[in-house]
């Protein structure tokens, strides 16, 4: 089953406001991927994070690797309405499991 | 580059019917895979396949049988349509999988209702 619990289920914010959210694993991961699935859309993938510790930034976004490889988080920062969706974490040995999902909807 | 092609996009279904959700990709990739996602949900695993002749169960295999005979193609089978299989289908495809994880291709998606 699913090897990640990931946090908010939902996000409302303003348009300008920031947004984070989080994937948390009991056990050590050796990579996690992370996807936005635009509403009607399918998931796409946006970055892999490998290293202990790595810090990735896409513009806007920015993606982190626990130290002890065993949660992420993707912040992004002053929202637009073209970030509205849902953010997905990639995991598992094979990197077969997503986690539940976090829909960001941004308010204009 | 097609990428990742999957037919029908939308499939309406009475209880107890069969089909046969397509799925193709022209990249070559060895690893195939079919997720169903339900209304605001995350992505659910059902049948995965590491290459051309073998094929095994995710998360959610029950009413479902895949093959896997040639490279391009990751056919998805509802043996017996219940309400509960519907769903939105996604197939996706990645070159490999293991330490070095390849980003997943994804096809749109076969929206599929039964009644």
């Known amino acids: 089953g699913q090897q990640v619990m990931q946090i908010p289920q939902y996000q409302h914010v303003q348009e300008g406001e920031d947004f984070t959210t989080y994937c948390n694993s009991s056990?050590?991961?050796?990579?996690i991927q992370w996807y936005k699935q635009r509403p009607g859309g399918h998931p796409v993938f946006l970055i892999q994070?490998?290293?202990?510790?790595e810090v990735k930034k896409q513009k806007r976004l920015t993606f982190q690797f626990g130290e002890a490889k065993k949660n992420s988080s993707l912040h992004i920062t002053a929202t637009q309405t073209t970030d509205v969706g849902t953010y997905f974490c990639?995991?598992?040995?094979?990197?077969?499991?997503f986690g539940t999902g976090t829909r960001l909807t941004v308010i204009p | 580059n097609a990428g990742v092609t999957q037919t029908p996009k939308f499939q309406v279904l009475k209880t107890g019917q069969s089909m046969t959700l397509q799925c193709a990709q022209d990249?070559?990739?060895?690893?195939m895979s079919w997720y169903r996602q339900d209304p605001g949900m995350g992505l659910r695993l059902i049948h995965y396949?590491?290459?051309?002749?073998?094929?095994d169960q995710g998360e959610v295999p029950n009413g479902y049988n895949v093959s896997r005979s040639t490279t391009e193609d990751f056919p998805l089978r509802l043996l017996s349509a219940a309400p509960s299989q519907t769903s939105v289908y996604f197939c996706?495809?990645?070159?490999?999988?293991?330490?070095?994880?390849?980003?997943?291709?994804f096809g749109d998606g076969t929206r599929l209702s039964i009644l």
């Open positions: 990639k995991t598992g040995a094979n990197n077969l499991f």
């Open positions: 990249m070559n990739h060895e690893y």
């Open positions: 056990t050590t991961l050796s990579n």
């Open positions: 996706a495809s990645t070159p490999r999988v293991g330490p070095s994880n390849q980003p997943q291709h």
């Open positions: 396949s590491v290459g051309a002749g073998i094929t």
């Open positions: 994070l490998v290293k202990s510790g």
